[in-house]
């Protein structure tokens, strides 16, 4: 009986130690602004959806709709997502592959994270989001590039997150790049277009 409680401690002691040790708990793990932005953008993240190729560029296995709503079958497909450095709060996104379609988050005017609504529908729900903020288009493939389709580009005025797991992890990824690398809203009177 003593030999199987020492088992069990010990057992519970490096299961505690490695929980501890992880990577995704340590406190002095910060991650990227691109990465913080996927994860808010499509509640992905590293190491099996997420292959971040540099702070700027990332790779990630989303479903086939998560850019641009689609009448395929639900399958998982690539799509690449980018910061340029002219507009370093700004994420595009691109599904590239068929069917080919594009998004752009602009992070200085999306709203706190503070401004959202639990329905009983099980949905988190951010309303009244500035022009231009989230939107989304049609793309093609022209010369080896997605490129997007003129006049596809479409802006939400409201978001929606599922009540799940990762619901409120989002938001806090979200307070994580207000408190790190987009301040709050600002004012603008400049027309931001869906391009990179």
């Known amino acids: 009986m003593a030999r ?8 519970f002691v490096v299961i505690f130690v ?9 406190e002095d793990s910060k991650p990227s602004f691109l990465q913080a932005a996927i994860f808010f953008i499509t509640g992905r993240e590293p190491p099996n959806d997420v292959q971040l190729l540099s702070d700027s560029k990332a790779v990630v296995c989303d479903a086939i709709d998560a850019i641009y709503p ?5 399958r998982l497909a690539r799509h690449e997502y980018v910061i340029i450095a002219t507009r370093p709060c700004t994420v595009f996104g691109f599904l590239v592959e068929p069917p080919y379609a594009a998004i752009r988050v602009e992070f200085t005017t999306l709203p706190s994270p503070r401004a959202i609504r639990v329905l009983p529908s099980t949905n988190i729900v951010m309303d009244d989001l500035p022009h231009q903020t989230w939107c989304k288009a049609k793309a093609q493939m022209s010369e080896g590039e997605v490129k997007i389709i003129p006049g596809t580009s479409m802006c939400a005025a409201q978001l929606s997150f599922d009540v799940s797991a990762s619901a409120h992890r989002r938001m806090d990824a979200f307070d994580y790049i207000r408190a790190n690398f987009c301040a709050a809203p600002v004012a603008s009177t400049s027309r931001l277009v869906l391009s990179r």
């Open 4 to 11: 199987r409680m020492r088992l069990w401690t010990i057992t």
């Open 18 to 26: 490695s929980l501890g040790s992880s990577p995704a708990l340590a």
């Open 70 to 74: 689609s009448n395929q079958a639900f």
